[in-house]
């Protein structure tokens, strides 16, 4: 399974920005998938997960109110909309996914398939 992450560039401060992360395989059995970035210098970090069959949806409280994860299961793709965009949200970002049920959807290590990562930059 191959997923493939686009929507990044360059937006101002307060600007926003619509990520997609595409799953190859239609017939992937994913329990969850999720968004996490990873700043210049800095560890990756998680930003929104969504579990596939349930809809629940959580986010780091960086983003809280701001970013919107949601799926199309149609086109068997996740989506994160991103609000009042600042100059700390510049980063790689990456989906993933995962089909294991154990474990937090917060913790990147139990997310087995990732994205090639796309680039938002928000300049101030």
Known sequence: VQLQASG??????????????????RTFSRYAMAWFRQAPGKEREFVAA??????????AGSVKGR?????DNAKNT??????????????VYYCAARTNSY?????GDEYAYW????LVTVSS
């Open 8 to 25: 990044g560039g360059l937006v101002q401060a307060g600007g926003s920005l619509r990520l997609s992360c595409a799953a190859t395989e």
């Open 50 to 59: 969504i579990r596939w069959s349930a809809d629940n949806v959580y986010y």
């Open 67 to 71: 970013f919107t994860i949601s799926k």
């Open 78 to 91: 996740v989506y994160l909309r991103m609000n009042t965009l600042k100059p700390e949200d510049t980063a």
């Open 103 to 107: 474990g937090s959807l917060l913790i």
């Open 115 to 118: 994205g090639q990562g796309t």
